[in-house]
């Protein structure tokens, strides 16, 4: 894979790469259109989303960080994304463009004053693995084999600049309106300035792996504080491969039933027991072996649930809840899917979106065990989410749908629902749960 050799860096060079996106995004509709009258041809928009999504990585892939850490959450989200865009942004989850080792070794001296090879007693020149904010590479100390992710330079810097030159093309390509695009930056922003924290982000990892130690087929790396800092974080080598590499070792049904449960119970613990979770669930964040374990790594995406909110989100699961449109209505106005300025259609027509995302989203927490392999109830997923993304009411709403603590926490059951879809797991989805109310 090609390496970079420098990451633009001040707001100029980055607002460029990202009107060098739009200059390309717009020729690409221009031919297309082009095209269409020429030829009269009316096919679907598959080259163009093809030409557009490689326009869009290419840029962002130049300039890491935010602007990528955005295109790969979108990728998570299967219903957002046509399918071109998601195979492009995908790659930010591990294959993006990796730096050279000229500017790893600049991060290793302006840190440690040493270089890598310095410090340990080997080190890969080249990256393992690159990803949006940092990319990895394989070291040696003391005997142990070591993962060290090293973070591109300026990344933290960028983070609120680009997040607002990101905003209106996200707003065009993706059909949201302002007040969901401004809600979501918002809550974007602060959760991307806490991952390229490398500090706090070792402090959690080792918090979290502690806490979760006990949940069976899940595995942890060591940290090493001692060759960490704000932007170097150091590990032990996890074996096993990412989804994708893990499927084509076709591995049976049982293992994957295996892994899948143990992805359950890492999450129901966090979420009900620490009231924190891995917020990213990405396939680059799981290491997947044919034994059945699942080694989980990267703290640095980790959403605090607030008890207000955690109480008020959780009880909609439960599973006769919908049926009760006095306690129905009021959390929906805790969780600020309704206002007291809603006109009493508007309170109406919500009300009924909501209820029905609440019985098909919960729907696998209302059973002891649950098929992910299902596809019929990922399409009704699919289909529900296509709907309500192109209903007038919803785009020209006047405020933000929900409150800004869900976005995280939606995502992470989605990607989570996603990675158990793509296993085709069965699962217990009582194991660990503390949820009476959904007993």
Known sequence: MKEQNKIPVSKVERASK???????VGGNYIKHYAKKVISGDETDKADLNENNAKAIYGSLSELKGSALKVAQMMAMDKNLL??????????????APPLSYPLVVKTFQKYFGKSPVQMFDKFSQSALNAASIGQVHEAYANGNRLAVKIQYPGVAESVSSDLKIAKPLAAKLFGLSNAEVSQYMGEVEEKLLEETDYDLELKRSQEITAACAHIENVIF?????EFSCKRILTMDWMPGAHLKEFLQQNPSQEVKNKIGQA????????????????????????LMQMNGDLGIIDFGCVKVIPDKFYQAYFSLL?????????????????????????????????????????????????????????????????YLGERIKNMKEIRKSRTARGSRHGLYINRTYFGLYNLLHDLKAKINTKTLSKLALIA
Do not use: C
């Open 82 to 95: 046509p399918t071109a865009y998601q195979n492009q942004f995908a790659m930010a989850q591990y294959s």
């Open 221 to 225: 790396p060591n940290y090493h504080p």
């Open 318 to 382: 439960a599973k006769d809840l919908v049926k009760n449109d006095e306690i129905l209505e009021k959390l929906l106005f805790d969780l600020e899917f309704l206002f007291p300025e809603d006109t009493p259609d508007e309170k109406r027509f919500f009300s009924d979106i909501f209820r029905e995302m609440i019985q098909l989203l919960g729907k696998p927490f209302h059973f002891e065990e649950f098929d992910f392999s299902d596809s019929q109830y990922f399409n009704q997923i699919y």
């Open 18 to 24: 990202f009107m060098k996106a739009g200059v390309k």
């Open 263 to 286: 992805l359950w119970d890492f999450y129901d613990f966090q979420i009900h027991s620490l009231q924190q979770v891995h917020a990213d669930p990405h396939p680059g964040n799981f």
